[in-house]
């Protein structure tokens, strides 16, 4: 089965702006896609990785300028109905994700198989269903469900902490450190960050 994983890597993780800078947030971007394309490697996929803009990455990247719903909604159009395998999209900032996680995805052999995200996001999904189509951002999976459900997809969701989560904010910066000894756990250690209590809470600090 073909496996995408898209990244945005002309101004990524904007919302990561108050604690990291531009050139920041772009290594910080390109550390967690490494965790994500060894994580889909060790599975037994080759990832294809498409970014807005060129970035560093393990494996060869293709650049794709588009936004997300028009870029996977043609590659669903395109390879849903040629390949009976099927697409699956795995979003480049889960640097928790692991092998394990990955093969959870791909088990069911359901015509949608849906990663919700912690914050209402879609993390990844499978699709083996021709007239599925993607709705990102805002409560994305509620729309996924409703869509899948509408073309009359069976689907199932896959309730794995590791795909649930997606790096988004500061304080989401704590799991990468709690939780990950990859990629973007090395550098967020390097750049300074550690874990620190406040209130009781895990939450991270930068020397
Ligand atoms: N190829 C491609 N990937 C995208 C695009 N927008 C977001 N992504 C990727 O999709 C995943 C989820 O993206 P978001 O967290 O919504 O966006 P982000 O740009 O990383 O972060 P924010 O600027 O904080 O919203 C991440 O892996 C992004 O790198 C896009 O327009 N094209
Ligand atoms: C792309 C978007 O990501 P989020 O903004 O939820 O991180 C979504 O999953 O719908």
């Not at 999904?125 to 996924?144: Q, T």
């Not at 069976?154 to 939780?179: K, M």
């Amino acid at each position: 089965m073909r496996v995408v994983v898209p990244v945005s890597g002309s101004d990524p993780k904007t919302r990561l702006s108050a604690v990291l800078s531009p050139d920041e947030r772009r290594e910080f971007t390109e550390a967690m896609l490494a965790d994500v394309v060894d994580a889909v490697t060790a599975a037994g996929h080759e990832p294809d990785v498409i970014s807005t803009a060129p970035i560093d990455c393990p494996v060869p990247v293709t650049v794709d300028d588009r936004g997300l719903d028009p870029l996977v909604n043609d590659l669903l159009a395109s390879t849903v109905t040629a390949d009976e395998d099927g697409l699956a999209v795995v979003m480049a900032d889960l640097p928790l994700v692991t092998q394990e996680g990955i093969e959870r995805l791909f088990a069911p052999d359901a015509d949608v198989v849906l990663a919700p995200g912690l914050d209402g996001g879609t993390n990844a999904f499978v699709s083996r269903h021709p007239e599925f189509r993607v709705d990102y951002h805002g409560a994305s999976i509620r729309d996924h469900r409703r869509i899948a459900r509408d073309v009359g997809a069976e689907t199932v969701e896959v309730d794995s902490r590791r795909l649930a989560t997606d790096i988004d904010q500061s304080s989401d910066l704590a799991e990468v450190l709690l939780h990950s000894d990859g990629a973007a756990a090395d550098w967020l250690a390097d750049a300074g960050f550690s874990l620190s209590l406040t209130d009781g809470r895990v939450t991270v600090s930068r020397e």
